[in-house]
């Protein structure tokens, strides 16, 4: 049963083994609010990539995802340990949200101008705010528990000195090297912070908000790409060349999906060791999968002749996320619930993917046929199993 509301009540740590564990309404308005500033980078992505531009899209994608997804990520953990849902974790959890809105307000000057002024502003506001979280979950905790608490809020803090650092760093190689010292500074902090103690970050529920996550994303991604397609259909009427993608678009989105959500995971996370990696990893999935939609608006402008790129280029755009996505997942889920012939479905998939890249205009819908074959593989050699 749900615990009544309370305006001010103790932040302590949850029990990992607490019953029915779910998702609350304010986790999923975070989730939401997140992917507006995904669906930025998305569109940003796509921009650049459609012009050309693939090195400084790819670049100005890697920066401004990561921002996003480490901010959700760490409240994600934060909160599935020391939700209290009162009114300063809301309060503080709102200035989180109204932090990705600026971040996502600054992501097309990251793009156009390399401005990265608004979006560490945006950032900064996140972090911070997790700090504070910290600084009342070392309050009400003893022991390790508060000295995990206490390296957590120093350690971020610190961080962020370095992120306003790189606001005073010319544009270059220069800032590059600080913006991935202070990427790896980041990544750094939780091992650091529990190599003692360890947070009651709750498995299931954990799961769960990755899960919910990654079907938000997978969601902008169907969205972008239908947005994509009715400009397209409004401007130029090229149904013959538009169907194929769209339908190709769909059968990926759909098969990233079933694949995604195949196996229950939340058994495998036991351990921090475990879980990290397993969330780390989560980079590459969420990102993938918003970056198919950025590829699908690339393969429909260049299929009514807006796109200054190849045609096998801009399959590339769809088809390397695509498989990325699938390597991913495999890596991440499938390898430690499939045995025998089905370790390899994903794999294999994979290489099938990339390899329609070579089909030119007709690689996305061959791709998203081989994304429904390796869901039908997969389910048969489950149900035989």
Not at 30 to 52: I, N, P, R
């Amino acid at each position: 049963m749900t615990e009544p509301f309370q305006v001010l009540r103790p932040m302590r740590a949850r029990s990992r083994d607490e019953d029915h564990r779910a998702a609350t309404p304010l986790e999923l308005f975070f989730d939401l609010c997140f992917v507006v500033a995904v669906a930025q980078a998305g569109k940003q992505l796509a921009h650049a990539v459609a012009e050309g531009h693939v090195g400084h899209g790819v670049y100005g994608y890697f920066m401004a995802f990561f921002a996003i997804w480490w901010a959700w990520m760490n409240f994600t953990w934060f909160a599935s340990a020391y939700d209290c849902d009162d009114v300063p974790y809301r309060i503080t959890t709102l200035v989180q949200i109204a932090g990705v809105l600026v971040l996502a307000a600054g992501v097309p000057r990251l793009f156009d101008q390399q401005d990265l002024t608004l979006a560490v502003v945006g950032y900064l506001l996140m972090r911070l705010a997790m700090v504070t979280q910290w600084l009342r979950a070392a309050r009400s905790e003893t022991g390790g528990a508060r000295t995990m608490a206490l390296r957590y809020a120093a350690g971020i803090t610190v961080v962020q000195l370095g992120w306003v650092a790189v606001l005073f760093v010319p544009e270059g190689a220069a800032r590059t090297a600080v913006v991935l010292l202070c990427i790896l500074a980041e990544l750094a902090v939780p091992a650091l912070a529990e190599a003692k103690v360890q947070s009651s970050w709750h498995p299931r529920h954990i799961a769960e908000r990755y899960g919910l996550f990654t079907i938000i994303v997978l969601g902008e991604t169907v969205a972008a790409a239908t947005v994509a397609m009715q400009t397209a259909l409004d401007e130029h009427e090229a149904l013959d060349e538009l169907l194929p993608i769209a339908g190709g678009g769909l059968l990926i989105c759909f098969g990233a999906w079933w694949i995604y959500f195949a196996e229950p995971i939340h058994q495998h996370l036991r351990s921090n060791r475990q879980a990290f990696l397993w969330g780390y990893g989560h980079y590459l999935v969420l990102g993938s999968a918003a970056a198919v939609g950025a590829g699908l608006e690339v393969a429909i402008e260049h299929a009514v002749g807006q796109a200054h790129l190849s045609a096998t280029a801009a399959t590339a755009a769809v088809t390397v996320p695509a498989a990325l996505y699938l390597l991913t997942v495999w890596a991440l889920h499938s390898r430690h619930v499939k045995q025998g012939a089905a370790q390899a479905v994903l794999p294999v998939s994979a290489a099938a993917v990339l390899a329609c890249t070579a089909l030119g205009g007709a690689g996305v819908l061959a791709a998203g046929l081989a994304v429904a074959a390796t869901v039908a593989v997969g389910t048969a050699l489950a149900t035989r199993g």
